[in-house]
Nanobody, 116 residues
């Protein structure tokens, strides 16, 4: 069973930066999407950034966050700059892949807290 292991969350002051990493514990073939979602307390989980055939960002993070991937390592990164208190949430990485059937893999979540 492939697991996604996240790292890089923490506490940072507004205006600071963090870099999240998400590595798959095994090989995932036929990856069609890699991305990051976040969930703030009392709110639904929403897309932050994703790489499919294109790169997409939520409007609230465009210009501040950058998603990237290392195909050889089945790893996806999220560089977060100019962080704001409203970016505070649990961040989850997501990979969708498979050969005959697409499977959604999720990380365990990593807390990002931005203080004002």
């Amino acid at each position: 069973q492939v697991q996604l292991v996240e790292s890089g969350g923490g506490l940072v002051q507004a205006g600071g930066s963090l870099r999240l990493s998400c590595a798959a514990s095994g090989s995932i073939f036929g990856i069609v999407a890699m991305g990051w979602y976040r969930q703030a307390p009392g709110k639904q989980r929403t897309l932050v950034a994703a790489i499919t055939s294109a790169v997409n960002y939520a409007g609230s993070v465009k210009g501040r966050f950058t998603i990237s991937r290392d195909n050889a390592k089945n790893t996806v990164y999220l560089q977060m700059d100019s962080l704001k208190p409203e970016d505070t949430a649990v961040y989850y990485c997501h990979i969708r892949g498979g050969w005959t059937t697409l499977v959604d893999y999720w990380g365990q979540g990593t807390q990002v807290t931005v203080s004002s």
